[in-house]
């Protein structure tokens, strides 16, 4: 539980630091339902990168959150068209998954 304290406090404190440096922080939790899993996660970014971690806790796990995976991603805006590139590493920092792609706004 205190770990959990712990990376909470750090969350918040993170926003805020973000805010006051023109900084983009988010966090968020999910429960899935049927198998029972807890997931929190958080992300920083400056300009058109955003680093990022996500943290799960299983049933038979309560309250014990482990590092799932690592996140660095990039995002540029070319008129309506936003040109991405999403890249995973494990808990190890092993590189895991490569996404790129585009998506329209309007």
């Known amino acids: 539980m205190k770990q959990l304290m712990f990376a909470g ?4 404190l993170t ?4 805010s006051a440096e023109g900084l983009s922080a988010s966090i968020g939790a999910e429960r899935a339902l ?3 899993v807890n997931t929190l996660y958080g992300s920083v ?3 058109i990168a955003t ?7 299983t ?5 014990e959150f482990n590092i799932k995976k690592y996140e660095v991603d990039f995002s540029q805006p070319v008129g309506p068209v ?6 995973d590493f494990d808990d190890g920092f092993k590189h895991t998954e490569t996404v790129i792609g585009g ?3 309007f």
């Open 9 to 12: 406090f750090a969350l918040a």
């Open 15 to 18: 926003t805020s630091v973000a």
């Open 34 to 36: 049927e198998s029972e």
């Open 45 to 47: 970014g400056l300009g």
């Open 51 to 57: 680093v990022g971690a996500t943290m799960e806790d």
């Open 59 to 63: 049933a038979e796990n309560n309250a």
């Open 82 to 87: 936003t040109l991405y590139m999403k890249n």
């Open 103 to 105: 998506k329209i706004s």
